[in-house]
């Protein structure tokens, strides 16, 4: 149905009755839950959010996004950093509904439809001793974690999640449904690891799987002085790959296993995983315990799941961030970090440090639209705040700790970034990879159908100039 400005306007009962989903509109009960994500500050109104059931539902919601032109926001677990899982006045093709998984036990390896969380699929597969690896965080969707690359407590052993995508099915611009993987559509299966959600609609992905049963890890909370925090980076590069970490340095959250007095003091909050034997699990972390009488231990042998601790729904915080690479944290880097964060004037303010290398780095940096294998530490600084009209504050905190903290590593993790503006989508992707990615963009979206994302334009006339 055409409206006066020429513009299709979507008929909600025709979707209804043509689409297999659930069609939830503006005045349905499920409207205001169904629009939320996960971020705060993001408060917007689509005309429609369907919540596909099937790949036919998928190509329906696509044709009706190219037919009406309205923007077309592409949504698995909804955590975008960007908020580019809303949009005021556009569609949400929202595949949270599809979570289907089938596990090959003796093959290892899984397809798993977009909709299931990271935690879900590390419960499913560690009901077989086995894990791919995602983020730190288990209500994160494995859709948007995986296309930007994927980062998480496995990255030094078995690389990014990206590197354990063995296939995936995409639904392009046009409705088709491509099988991509090493053998077809190399071009589009190196395009998906890491370049996010430009080229189309992953409907299915098949994922490597690796013997991790029980592993030793947890929470370990440290005193943060400049000798431990530059310590602990040093154990952690030259650790074991079996061993990721993540050091947040933050002010100790009043959670009741903390010790009062050290409430709102800079402490760090390290998460450990040895994904190996608990023996040499507990020989390679005991160096960790001894940098400082922890004030709270909590790693200890568990079942990988575990990792991931239960969740409330209704948490939606408004962050400002920025992420970054950096060579080296040594004791003048580490007091930078201890004299910034008691500055911000957020609710919170954290510096996150992540030791990367191992298995990530071992390919070379052309195999994945991801390139930043040779980064040796990913570094994310924040400040949450609840009042949306101090976000200027606080936006501009975090760029002058990130201006403060920067080596010469100017690229960034596709997945970390907020609305930055192009040059930080570019940051993403150095300049072979983006050219590369334009010329991919142009052949499977020319008309930048997928664009509410970190965008990469088509490349005009489809070729580097
Ligand atoms: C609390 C928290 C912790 C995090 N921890 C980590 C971490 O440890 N490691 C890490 O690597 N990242 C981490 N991230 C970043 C995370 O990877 C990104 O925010 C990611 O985009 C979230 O995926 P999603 O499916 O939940 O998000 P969504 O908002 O649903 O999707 C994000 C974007 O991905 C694209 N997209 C999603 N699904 C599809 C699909 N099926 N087909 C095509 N395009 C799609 C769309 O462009 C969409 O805008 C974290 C984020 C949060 C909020």
Same mark, same amino acid.
């Given at each position: 149905?055409?409206?006066?400005? @020429?513009?299709?306007?979507?008929s909600?009962?025709?979707?209804?009755?043509?689409?297999?989903?659930?069609?939830?509109?503006?005045?349905?009960?499920?409207?205001?839950?169904?629009r939320?994500?996960f971020?705060?500050?993001?408060?917007?109104?689509?005309?429609?959010?369907?919540?596909?059931?099937?790949?036919?539902?998928?190509?329906?919601?696509?044709?009706?996004?190219?037919?009406?032109?309205?923007?077309?926001?592409?949504?698995?677990?909804? =955590?975008?950093?960007?908020?580019?899982?809303?949009?005021?006045?556009?569609?949400?093709?929202?595949?949270?509904?599809?979570?289907?998984?089938?596990?090959?036990?003796?093959?290892?390896?899984?397809?798993?439809?977009?909709?299931?969380?990271?935690?879900?699929?590390?419960?499913?597969?560690?009901?077989?001793?086995?894990?791919?690896?995602?983020?730190?965080?288990?209500?994160?969707?494995?859709?948007?974690?995986?296309?930007?690359?994927?980062?998480?407590?496995?990255?030094?052993?078995?690389?990014?999640?990206?590197?354990?995508?063995?296939?995936?099915?995409?639904?392009?611009?046009?409705?088709?449904?491509?099988?991509?993987?090493?053998?077809?559509?190399?071009?589009?299966?190196?395009?998906?690891?890491?370049?996010?959600?430009?080229?189309?609609?992953?409907?299915?992905?098949?994922?490597?799987?690796?013997?991790? %049963?029980?592993?030793?890890?947890?929470?370990?909370?440290?005193?943060?002085?400049?000798?431990?925090?530059?310590?602990?980076?040093?154990?952690?590069?030259?650790?074991?790959?079996?061993?990721?970490?993540?050091?947040?340095?933050?002010?100790?959250?009043?959670m009741?296993?903390?010790?009062?007095?050290?409430?709102?003091k800079?402490?760090?909050?390290?998460?450990?995983?040895?994904?190996g034997?608990?023996?040499?699990?507990?020989?390679?972390?005991?160096?960790?315990?001894?940098?400082?009488?922890?004030?709270? %231990?909590?790693?200890?042998?568990?079942?990988?799941?575990?990792?991931?601790?239960?969740?409330?729904?209704?948490y939606?915080?408004?962050?400002?961030?920025?992420?970054?690479?950096?060579?080296?944290?040594?004791?003048?880097?580490?007091?930078?970090?201890?004299?910034?964060?008691?500055?911000?004037?957020?609710?919170?303010a954290?510096?996150?440090?992540?030791?990367?290398g191992?298995?990530?780095?071992?390919?070379?940096?052309?195999?994945?639209?991801?390139?930043?294998?040779?980064?040796?530490?990913?570094?994310?600084?924040?400040?949450?705040?609840?009042?949306?009209?101090?976000?200027?504050? =606080?936006?501009?905190?975090?760029?002058?700790?990130?201006?403060?903290?920067?080596?010469?590593? =100017?690229?960034?993790?596709?997945?970390?970034?907020?609305n930055?503006g192009?040059?930080?989508v570019?940051?993403?992707?150095? %300049?072979?990879?983006?050219?590369?990615?334009?010329?991919?963009?142009?052949?499977?979206?020319?008309? @930048?159908?997928?664009?509410?994302?970190?965008?990469?334009?088509?490349?005009?006339?489809?070729?580097?100039?």
């Open positions: 149905m055409a409206t006066k400005n @020429n513009q299709i306007a979507i909600i009962p025709e979707l209804r009755s043509s689409l297999h989903g659930r069609v939830i509109a503006p005045g349905d009960v499920d409207y205001d839950e169904a939320t994500v971020y705060g500050g993001f408060d917007r109104h689509p005309a429609v959010i369907v919540n596909v059931a099937d790949t036919s539902d998928i190509a329906s919601v696509i044709a009706l996004a190219r037919e009406t032109g309205l923007e077309l926001a592409v949504r698995s677990g909804g =955590h975008s950093n960007a908020g580019h899982s809303a949009t005021d006045g556009g569609i949400v093709l929202d595949l949270s509904d599809m979570r289907d998984l089938q596990i090959d036990v003796e093959g290892r390896t899984a397809w798993v439809e977009p909709g299931l969380t990271a935690g879900e699929y590390t419960t499913a597969a560690n009901a077989h001793g086995l894990a791919t690896g995602f983020g730190d965080t288990g209500s994160v969707g494995i859709g948007g974690l995986t296309l930007g690359g994927g980062v998480g407590y496995l990255v030094r052993k078995y690389g990014l999640t990206i590197d354990n995508m063995l296939a995936a099915d995409v639904m392009t611009a046009d409705g088709e449904l491509l099988r991509v993987d090493s053998e077809s559509h190399t071009d589009l299966f190196w395009a998906i690891r890491g370049g996010g959600g430009n080229f189309g609609v992953v409907t299915r992905f098949q994922f490597r799987l690796h013997e991790v %049963d029980n592993i030793v890890g947890g929470m370990l909370f440290l005193p943060a002085t400049p000798d431990v925090i530059a310590s602990f980076i040093a154990g952690a590069e030259s650790a074991p790959e079996e061993l990721s970490t993540i050091a947040n340095i933050m002010p100790a959250p009043p009741p296993f903390l010790p009062a007095d050290y409430h709102g800079l402490l760090i909050m390290a998460m450990l995983v040895y994904a034997d608990v023996e040499s699990g507990e020989r390679v972390i005991a160096p960790f315990r001894q940098l400082a009488t922890p004030i709270v %231990d909590m790693v200890k042998p568990m079942r990988y799941p575990e990792i991931y601790p239960p969740e409330e729904g209704t939606h915080p408004t962050a400002a961030g920025r992420t970054m690479f950096l060579d080296k944290i040594d004791h003048s880097v580490a007091e930078t970090i201890l004299e910034y964060l008691p500055t911000s004037t957020g609710s919170m954290v510096a996150q440090l992540r030791v990367l191992g298995a990530m780095a071992r390919l070379p940096a052309d195999a994945t639209a991801f390139a930043h294998r040779a980064s040796r530490i990913m570094v994310n600084v924040a400040a949450l705040y609840e009042r949306l009209e101090e976000k200027a504050i =606080h936006e501009a905190w975090v760029e002058d700790f990130a201006a403060a903290l920067q080596q010469g590593d =100017h690229g960034a993790y596709v997945n970390f970034l907020s930055e192009e040059a930080r570019r940051a993403a992707y150095p %300049d072979g990879t983006w050219d590369r990615l334009r010329v991919i963009k142009a052949r499977y979206d020319p008309n @930048n159908l997928f664009r509410l994302n970190q965008n990469i334009p088509p490349m005009e006339n489809g070729k580097v100039s």
